[in-house]
């Protein structure tokens, strides 16, 4: 019996197959039936679900020995190092008893049993599934400051595939690094799919799963298989590399996708609005689909002339929060005159002692005007005025020393032989 699934690419965390299972937690859940490690190891063995690598939603048949369809259990399986809520749409037709939605937060690495139904009357299409997963903490206040960067290298640039400032696709080839777009915890990992050719579960595609400081989460989709570079538990820096990109998901051409989430308050879609650090177009808070966008890091050595960005406004601590929403450059030009006049007379004596008076004059006229050049949105100016420089005092008298009266005393006797000579 096939089954139809119908699947929001903009707001699930789709399920994930491995082939090994992780330890699960034995808390019980209000709403579900916990499943015991036992009974989900038994359900893979026999074929009737796969292990699961991050976040789960799987429907499984039981049938009799004629292969007709008796009933089918719905499971939900967490296995991010984090809670998640789930969210399931669903109809059976022929199916007791009725089923329409389900909504469930799970605990870190928990199997639920949410949902089991007898087959009544027999259908060609009984049932069908869909899901939203949000992981994270519910109640989490994302930091709108925060700046985040593009999730490729710097200097390489990729086309967006969408509009909009909350779910992000790009054009990028297979095995292209993959970057932290904001640091954080890894707490999930998926990565066995086989790239493009898988047919089971076609929807789901590879992905990272990145926790962040305010609680909100990163998730990065279409891994390349066996692409990451990271492991659960792993704490990255804000531009890392992190995994290689890929084509898991059955899509016609290699992209990546990447949003923040976090559990919603209301019945909203769980996705958060964010602002990302490039380099030709300045902070952004949404792309365009079909422009070309071109990663600055402000984590890497290499130094990116900003000064023809568009859209500047905003000034980034180390952290990347922005803290001043202006951001002012500016070049100026200082001109100052400075004139001094000084006179001084000196006598002094044999005896070494020497009386002087000195005086002097200063003035001092100077004016400066700077006029600062902005970038970017808002803008302030600023001008400025400063005096000049003023100009040196006059000198002062100073003592006479014994040599210096020698010095005098050969010089008038030079001077009064040659007086003598010339009225000879």
């Known amino acids: 019996m096939s089954i139809r699934i119908s699947m929001n690419r903009k707001k699930w965390l789709g399920c994930s197959l491995f082939s090994t299972l992780m330890p699960l937690s034995h808390a019980v859940l209000a709403g579900g039936t916990l499943v015991p490690a036992a009974d989900l190891e038994q359900y893979v063995n026999d074929g009737k679900m796969s292990a699961c690598e991050t976040l789960c939603v799987q429907t499984l048949e039981f049938r009799d020995d004629a292969k007709a369809l008796t009933s089918i259990k719905v499971i939900i399986t967490n296995n991010l190092a ?103 915890k890894v707490v999930g990992v998926k990565h066995k799919k086989d790239t493009k050719t898988s047919t089971y579960q076609a929807y789901s595609a590879n992905e990272i799963v990145i926790l962040h400081s305010d609680n909100t989460v990163g998730v990065y989709r279409n891994i390349l298989q066996n692409g990451a570079l990271v492991a659960e538990g792993a704490e990255v820096t804000q531009g890392q590399k992190i995994a290689l990109s890929g084509q898991s998901d059955l899509s016609a051409n290699p992209y990546l996708v990447f949003y923040v989430t976090t559990p919603p308050s209301a019945d909203g879609s769980g996705q958060i609005p964010i602002m990302f650090q490039t380099a030709a177009h300045g902070l952004v808070t949404t792309l365009n689909k079909g422009e070309t966008y071109t990663a600055t890091h402000k984590n890497t050595t290499a130094t990116v002339d900003l000064s023809f960005e568009t859209n500047t406004g905003f000034e980034l601590d180390a952290n990347g929060t922005v803290t001043s929403t202006t951001v002012t450059t500016g070049t100026g030009t200082g001109t100052g005159t400075s004139t001094n006049t000084g006179t001084g007379t000196n006598t002094g004596t044999n005896t070494g002692t020497n009386t002087g008076t000195n005086t002097g004059t200063n003035a001092n006229a100077g004016a400066s005007t700077t006029t600062p050049t902005t970038t970017g949105t808002p803008v302030t100016q600023n001008t400025t005025a400063s005096s000049g420089g003023g100009g040196g005092g006059g000198g002062g008298g100073g003592s006479t020393s014994p040599i210096a009266l020698w010095l005098l005393m050969m010089l008038y006797a030079v001077r009064r032989k040659e007086r003598k000579v010339a009225a000879g």
Not at 159 to 165: A, E, I, Q
């Open 82 to 184: 984090i809670d998640a809520l789930v969210k399931v749409a669903a109809t059976v037709s022929g199916i007791s008893p009725a089923l329409s939605a389900i909504s469930e937060t799970l605990a870190a690495k928990t199997a639920l049993l949410v949902y089991e139904g007898t087959v009544t009357t027999p259908a060609s299409s009984p049932y069908s599934v869909s899901y939203d997963a949000y992981p994270g903490v519910a109640g989490a206040v994302h930091n709108d400051t925060f700046v985040y960067e593009l999730p490729w290298e710097t200097g390489n640039k990729h086309v967006s595939l969408s509009d909009g400032g909350q779910y992000f696709t790009f054009d990028m080839a297979e095995r292209t690094p993959v970057v932290a777009a904001r640091g954080g």
